[in-house]
Structure formats: structure tokens, C-alpha cells
């Protein structure tokens, strides 16, 4: 087998396109082998916060695909980069599941559980409550600013799909009557920045896998980016915006990048 695609550095997005839940897409393990074999520069980019970067890492090495936490770029470890060169150390309040307020911690800011905080960081959270919603609400109303990890309005799971991030997101927005002033998951140019960084690869040499036509396939598309749509995860082969946005490449999956 040998790569189909020229590009030197490959970004593989996770949920949908190499995996659903715990099952490996099938021929995920093959493919990302075959380009690693051929010298190619292959990271995992995702717009999940839940877990941490070595969790990934250890998820990806059970199903078959070998990696290490530093093939793992994701939404968590953008936004705390982020937000530490904006504002070192500032207290916050986190929207968010514990790895999110790891790696928060890591990088030194005060996790509060009150409305005593400068920023409000909102993530995808299992967790998400009233209680958090009004905290998040009274620090708004003191002054706190909004954050996001991603954009995405669900997360491809075996058998569908459950909610994501933009929920957390439009009831914070709609009870504060404020507007999140950045999201750093894609499609963001921030965490493309970061990919393309630990890829040592340019936008005009790399490419992006996905399975989201709206976060991944966009962000390609805007940054100068080869794209391939696979559709193994949520975008299904009649969706009309396959022909609006127009993916340089469409395949059924992750499989598809080799012959």
C-alpha cells in the first residue's frame, strides 16, 4: 500500500474519522501506518476537551493506531495556551469536565468554583448544569469574559450523536445577553497554528481529515489547507454543503488515503 495523496504533513481528526467511541474505524490502523512508513508527518487534531492529551494518546495506542501525547493537539491545550499569553495565571471558572480543569491548572491559572474570576471558560461538559450556568452568569455580571474550546453542535458517537460544546455555549450567551469573544477550536486559525507547528509542516505541503464539514473542511479550505472529507462520522454523502464548500477530496473514510 502506498499513500493516494502527496501531501507531506496530515492532520486526522478523531472522533468520526478514526474512531467512533471505542471502535476503530475500520483500516484507521492501516492507513495511518502507511503514511507514517512513507515518511509522512501525521498529528491528531480534535476540538474535544474531555480527556487529556496522554488519555488520547493511550485510546489511540489500544485501538491500534500508535501515538504518543505529543501527536495529540486538542481544544483544551489550545485555549489554555491561549489564555496564558492573553492572561498568565488569572482566575477562572470552567464550564468543563475534570481533564479540562487539569490542564488549565497545568498551565497556572486559579480553577475557581465561584463567580470571583476574570474569565468564564466554556467547554463541552457531560456535567453541565444550572448551578454552572448561574455561576457562570454572576461572574458575567461582574465583569468575567467568555472563552470557548470549540464550536461543534454535536459529537459522533456508535449510534449517533450527542450534544457538544455550542449548547454550553448559547445558554451561557443567552442568560449573560454576552457573546463568547473566542473559540480556538477549529475552524479557528489558532489551533491550526498549533497543529502546524508540531507537524513542522506549511498549510501549502498538509492536509486535513475530517469528518465535520463546518470545522474541519472549512478551516482547510480558509487557511490554505489540502482537504479530504471522509464520511465515516456525521456528514452523510447527499449533504448539499459537500457542493458549497467543495472539499478537495471526498472518501468514505480514513481508509481511502491509501491504495
Not at 118 to 129: E, G
Not at 231 to 236: A, D, E, I, N, P
Request: net charge neutral.
Amino acid at each position: 500500500m502506498r499513500p493516494r495523496f502527496p501531501y507531506r504533513g496530515w492532520l486526522l481528526d478523531l472522533d468520526g474519522t478514526i474512531y467512533l467511541g471505542e471502535r476503530l474505524i475500520p483500516g484507521a490502523d492501516a492507513a495511518v501506518g502507511v503514511l507514517r512508513a512513507a515518511g509522512r508527518r501525521v498529528a491528531f487534531l480534535s476540538n474535544k476537551p474531555l480527556q487529556t492529551r496522554a488519555e488520547y494518546a493511550a485510546k489511540l495506542s489500544r485501538l491500534g493506531v500508535p501515538a504518543t501525547p505529543d501527536d495529540v493537539i486538542n481544544s483544551s491545550l489550545v485555549l489554555a495556551r491561549h489564555l496564558r499569553e492573553r492572561d498568565p495565571g488569572a482566575p477562572v471558572f470552567v464550564i468543563g469536565e475534570p481533564p479540562m480543569l487539569e490542564e488549565m491548572r497545568a498551565h497556572g491559572f486559579e480553577v475557581r468554583p465561584d463567580e470571583h474570576v476574570r474569565w468564564v471558560v466554556i467547554a463541552f461538559d457531560r456535567t453541565f448544569d444550572y448551578a454552572k450556568l448561574n455561576t457562570a452568569l454572576q461572574a458575567v455580571k461582574r465583569g468575567a469574559r467568555l472563552i470557548a474550546t470549540n464550536p461543534d453542535r454535536t459529537c459522533p458517537v456508535e449510534g449517533g450523536e450527542i450534544p457538544d460544546c455550542a449548547g454550553m455555549i448559547a445558554a451561557v450567551e443567552a442568560v449573560t445577553d454576552r457573546r463568547v469573544e473566542t473559540i480556538v477550536g477549529k475552524p479557528s486559525p489558532i489551533i491550526l497554528e498549533v497543529a502546524l507547528a508540531a507537524l513542522g509542516v506549511p498549510a501549502s505541503d498538509a492536509a486535513i481529515v475530517g469528518d465535520r464539514i463546518e470545522t474541519d473542511i472549512v478551516m482547510g479550505r480558509r487557511l490554505g489547507l489540502g482537504t479530504v472529507l471522509v464520511l465515516s462520522g456525521v456528514t452523510r454523502a447527499d449533504d448539499p454543503r459537500i457542493a458549497a464548500v467543495a472539499p478537495d477530496h471526498v472518501v468514505g473514510s480514513v481508509r481511502d488515503l491509501v491504495e
